[in-house]
T-cell receptor, first 115, second 112 residues
Framework: DTEVTQTPKHLVMGMTNKKSLKCEQHMGHRAMYWYKQKAKKPPELMFVYSYEKLSINESVPSRFSPECPNSSLLNLHLHALQPEDSALYLC??????????????FGAGSRLTVL | AQTVTQSQPEMSVQEAETVTLSCTYDTSENNYYLFWYKQPPSRQMILVIRQEAYKQQNATENRFSVNFQKAAKSFSLKISDSQLGDTAMYFCAFILDDKIIFGKGTRLHILP
């Protein structure tokens, strides 16, 4: 299995809802990443987990809460989001935390719309 | 701070032609990586080609090759015999330690 699987592919939620995005990989990768991508823009790093511990948090608002329950799973819990949080959320993984030497494998993304 | 510049927001070429996408970057570091990623309408970011800065030889992957000019801090991507499936957004990326810095992207259209 050489894929990163993201669910759901599309999500529409209100500002008072609580939802979660899920990311799964079975390549034995020990680093997992969340990126946010607005239309026609490059991805922006949000969080990085290495060996199931949060390694990098790029000053993301607390309404986004990451969770890494095990080495294969990465969740992004969403609560009280704003319309400007609407974007494509990309998950990626790499064998170790060195995205130069260890190439990132990306998922197809979850497109989030906040009403 | 490192920066990555892609000066061509959008390009169109006819199928089977050769196209070159430009990328320049700024850094004072000596050892780093440079990647080109492709993002087709399916949304998934796909690695096209990678280059280690300490290697002088330009990387090549089938129809894709780079022209890496370290002194000029230039890393252009050449696509030969372009195909309709090459239509995508192309991002140049600079990687140093655990940081990836993406350029703003070039939208490439391959015309039939």
């Amino acid at each position: 299995d050489t894929e990163v699987t993201q669910t759901p592919k599309h999500l529409v939620m209100g500002m008072t809802n609580k939802k979660s995005l899920k990311c799964e990989q079975h390549m034995g990768h020990r680093a997992m990443y969340w990126y946010k991508q607005k239309a026609k823009k490059p991805p922006e790093l949000m969080f990085v987990y290495s060996y199931e511990k949060l390694s990098i948090n790029e000053s993301v608002p607390s309404r986004f809460s990451p969770e890494c329950p095990n080495s294969s799973l990465l969740n992004l819990h969403l609560h009280a989001l704003q319309p400007e949080d609407s974007a494509l959320y990309l998950c990626a993984s790499s064998q170790f935390l060195d995205p130069g030497a260890n190439v990132l494998t990306f998922g197809a993304g979850s497109r989030l719309t906040v009403l | 701070a490192q920066t990555v510049t892609q000066s061509q927001p959008e390009m169109s070429v006819q199928e089977a032609e050769t196209v070159t996408l430009s990328c320049t970057y700024d850094t004072s570091e000596n050892n780093y990586y440079l990647f080109w990623y492709k993002q087709p309408p399916s949304r998934q970011m796909i690695l096209v080609i990678r280059q280690e800065a300490y290697k002088q030889q330009n990387a090549t992957e089938n129809r894709f090759s780079v022209n890496f000019q370290k002194a000029a801090k230039s890393f252009s991507l050449k696509i030969s015999d372009s195909q309709l499936g090459d239509t995508a957004m192309y991002f140049c990326a600079f990687i140093l330690d655990d940081k990836i810095i993406f350029g703003k992207g070039t939208r490439l259209h391959i015309l039939p």
